[in-house]
């Protein structure tokens, strides 16, 4: 467990008309992590049940660490569909195994073990699994990366949910979607994204905010450095995960040393990869 990063809140089955994959956007960062050799973890919840034994066998597959309980609510879905370009639309399942995942004494010592922790909004929306993100968060090393991938999906977020975790945060992960949504829920829309984006980092002390904008680039800003990178033209088989492996491969770039403008190559290209493939966890050469 020594060096974890852990990708701590849902894990659940994209259910596409052709089929279903597994996703959920804090399992794929541990994924992504471990595709560059670094001791990623999934931590979550699935249920007793045959989706439930699914997943593990899934993971096992692809050689994640994960620490996952078995509750008695039924493992996690989401009907996905996509839009003519590949963008994807969702319908999140309440009342899953993700939304209750316990504190327990294992969970509490990958916490002391961990490097690094992504967490997002959307595993929040219940008090079980909101309290453990908070538990897991206050016994993380104090020199630890806490990444808040914010995820703003259909209604299952509040502005004290969010300020909360931008209070708790070093990193923010957030798209042109999102901060559009923060800057009318905080009174900024007036300002550019640019200074929408400083005065995050100002208010809640983040050391850094990385910006995704689809197919008109991205950015990796702090108040001493930003960082702009085209997206590349690929050939686009859907965009689920691809977020998330921006996240992992920039996160995992940055612990192995690398600079705030190589670790954004690094993303921008991972991305753009699985861009090209179907589900949110391909593997790929790095």
Not at 193 to 215: A, D, N, P, R, Y
Not at 274 to 284: I, L, N
């Amino acid at each position: 467990m020594k060096n974890a990063i852990v990708g701590l809140g849902e894990i659940l089955w994209d259910v596409f008309p052709q089929g279903k994959v597994l996703g959920g956007a804090p399992a794929n960062f541990a994924y992504h992590v471990s595709q560059f050799g670094l001791n990623g973890y999934a931590v979550s919840a699935i249920g007793k049940d045959e989706l439930g034994a699914e997943i593990k066998q899934v993971l096992k597959e692809k050689k994640l660490k994960t620490l996952i309980s078995e509750v008695d609510f039924p493992t996690g879905t989401v009907q996905v569909t996509l839009s003519g370009d590949g963008v994807p639309q969702y319908e999140i399942c309440e009342g899953v195994a993700w939304d209750n995942i316990p504190f327990t004494d294992a969970l509490k010592h990958l916490a002391q073990q961990t490097k690094a922790v992504c967490f997002g909004s959307l595993a929040q929306r219940n008090v079980v699994s909101h309290s453990t993100i908070k538990s897991f968060l206050d016994e993380v090393p104090k020199d630890s990366m806490k990444i808040f991938d914010i995820n703003l999906r259909q209604h299952f977020y509040s502005r004290e949910l969010i300020e909360e975790s931008l209070n708790q945060c070093t990193m923010l992960k957030i798209n042109e979607e999102e901060i559009a949504i923060l800057t009318e829920m905080f009174g900024l829309s007036a300002r550019t994204e640019s200074i929408v984006v400083k005065h995050l980092i100002q208010h809640f002390q983040i050391e850094t905010v990385v910006l995704t904008k689809g197919t008109d680039g991205s950015y990796v800003i702090t108040l001493d450095e930003t960082s702009y990178l085209h997206t590349p033209k690929v050939k686009v088989v859907d965009t689920v995960g691809a977020g998330d492996a921006f996240t992992g491969a920039f996160v995992a770039s940055l612990l192995l040393g690398k600079n705030i403008r190589e670790a954004h190559q690094k993303a921008v290209d991972i991305s753009a990869f699985v861009c090209t493939q179907r589900g949110a966890m391909p593997e790929y050469v790095r």
